[in-house]
């Protein structure tokens, strides 16, 4: 018979894309097994689409939300989780700080492109 491969709440978290800390303690206190994550993922609980509808939600998916990167929060000193509510609270005033952000990210994801295509074609012309 097969093991059952598990995580630790942490790892399984993150492949939620939920913020840990906000998750039941019965969650955080025990492993998550394969086949509970991929339950939970086709038929999630009540308290994780609260979670993913309200937040908390972690750092990664803050930024996804805002259009800028992990580092460009750090920058703006948002350290902490936050509510869906908080994040478009942040899009409506649309700070000066978010409006930078926004436009050195796109530049970047510009460049990550460019350069991906470019590797793209070379490898191309070496086959």
Excluded: C
């Amino acid at each position: 018979m097969k093991s059952q491969q598990t995580m630790k709440p942490a790892t399984a978290a993150k492949k939620l894309g939920v913020y840990l800390e906000a998750t039941p303690e019965e969650f955080r206190a025990g492993v998550v097994s394969r086949d509970e994550l991929d339950a939970m993922q086709a038929d999630p609980p009540q308290w994780l689409r609260d979670l993913r509808r309200n937040g908390p939600h972690p750092k990664q998916l803050i930024a996804q939300k805002l259009g800028i990167s992990t580092s460009a929060l750090v920058r703006a000193g948002i350290t902490e989780a936050l509510t869906t509510e908080q994040i478009n609270a942040i899009k409506e005033e649309n700070p000066d700080w978010l409006v930078r952000e926004r436009a050195t990210y796109a530049e970047f994801k510009a460049e990550e492109a460019r350069l991906a295509e470019k590797a793209r074609l070379e490898a191309e012309a070496e086959a």
